[in-house]
């Protein structure tokens, strides 16, 4: 039986628990459907994750976590894993990627991080106004000079405002008055020149614009109004991005966990604690634990 380990997601977590299974002489394939990073592509800045004294920029951190991993040689395939299911008779996994063969394994780590929220009233735009909606900012680093309006009001929604600012004038749309970002996020958004905040403003429409693509309908405490602008970006939240596990998997997942043989790291367990070193511990931890449970002949 193969003690070939699986990684589903090239975040930090994922990456980490592969280098350090490659450090004690384990081979383990990671799948990645997007960029390897996760969401630190995103990040405006990184200032808690140790080694760099003014922080650095998460894209530049990504630049550095793939130099690292082609220097492993870690084995990186760039495609989604539809489905990943558990056999209780051969005790092993089976992750079925969007191309490619079904690829077994007796362990699973699964560092696939987190969905966004998704807003309904964009959901159902046509195409032409969907194209103007992101959940992310990766994509958008090279606008410039573009009105954007970023809605939320958590660390995401703040970093990302701060992050097209630097070429961009952004509105901050939040439903409440008050802000669930941490206080230093806060305070650099505040004196940001080209960031303009609004409280108590709550997004009821999406339309097609006339001086703009866009053009957002709201409500500002109890006044209706209307504002065209290049691009929206919703930053309403996160899940879990567990929706590829089988029907046994998903309800196996407690047990399997438990019994050493499935290993769920960084955000897509870690709830509001989403943080690059948080993640990449709990990677190590749990490839350092895989080492011990196949040595001691887990199957």
């Known amino acids: ?12 977590a994922g990456l ?23 969401l630190l592509r995103n990040a405006h800045r990184v200032e808690n994750y140790l080694g760099f004294p003014r922080g650095i920029g998460g894209p530049d951190l990504v630049r550095r976590f793939r130099r690292q991993a082609e220097t492993w040689g870690l084995q990186v395939e760039h495609t989604r894993v539809l489905s990943l299911a558990y056999d209780e008779g051969t005790r092993t996994f089976a992750a079925t990627p969007e191309n490619g063969p079904v690829r077994h394994g007796a362990v699973a780590v699964v560092a696939s991080g987190t969905r966004p929220l998704r807003l309904p009233l964009v959901e159902s735009l046509p195409r032409r ?12 680093m090279e606008m410039r000079n573009r009105d954007i309006v970023v809605v939320g009001s958590g660390d995401a929604a703040h970093d990302y405002a701060l992050n097209l600012a630097q070429r961009n004038r952004v509105a901050l749309w939040m439903r409440g008055g008050a802000s669930g970002a941490l206080p230093l996020l806060q305070r650099r958004v505040a004196r940001h020149p080209r960031i303009e905040v609004q409280r108590h403003t709550v997004l009821t429409g999406v339309t097609g614009g006339e001086d703009r693509p866009l053009s957002l309908a709201f409500i500002r405490g109890e006044t209706p109004g209307v504002q065209a602008c290049d691009h929206l970006v919703c930053a309403v939240g996160r899940e879990p991005e567990t929706s590829f596990y089988d029907a046994f998997l998903a309800g196996a997942e407690a047990d399997l966990v438990a019994a050493g043989r499935l290993h769920t790291v960084g955000d897509v367990r870690n709830g509001s604690l989403r943080q690059a070193a948080i993640a990449t511990g709990d990677g190590i931890a749990a490839a350092m634990a895989i080492d011990r449970f196949l040595d001691g002949g887990g199957r």
Do not use: H, N, T
């Not at 980490?16 to 996760?38: H, I, T």
């Open 1 to 12: 039986m193969s003690d070939a380990i699986l990684i589903v997601g090239g975040g930090p």
């Open 129 to 140: 106004l969907r194209d103007r909606v992101s959940y992310e900012v990766s994509s958008l």
């Open 16 to 38: 980490a628990a592969a280098l350090q299974l490659k450090r004690q002489g384990r081979e383990a394939r990671v799948f990645e459907a997007c960029e390897l990073g996760g």
